[in-house]
């Protein structure tokens, strides 16, 4: 199986308050919704500089913002998507 099926079948849902202490040794990356999670994984697992990059340059990956930990602190029921590739988190907000 290739990486990124693999990755895809890993993705898995998960609540604000399981994450929160990925969050606090700093391994919580946030991806863009419009980036696919899996894809996401497979670029970062494959230490792909360039791409990676480029997403960090456009705002697609990012550390969590204050803003968005305030608002999650506020709705600890928050689900979200998230890939583990270790020793990161990638996460996308569900609606």
């Known amino acids: 199986m290739a990486l990124r099926e693999e990755l895809a079948a890993s993705v898995d849902e998960a609540r604000w308050e399981w994450m929160r202490a990925h969050l606090e040794r700093g391994g919580l990356i946030v991806v863009a919704a419009d980036l696919d999670l899996a894809w996401a994984g497979e670029r970062v697992a494959a230490d792909d500089a360039a791409t990676v990059g480029g997403w960090i340059e456009s705002g697609k990956l990012a550390k969590p913002s204050t803003e968005q930990i305030a ?11 998230m890939l583990i590739v270790s020793p990161y988190i990638l996460v996308q907000e569900m609606e």
Request: aromatic share 18%.
């Open 71 to 81: 608002a999650w602190d506020a709705a600890s029921d928050k689900r979200f998507r």
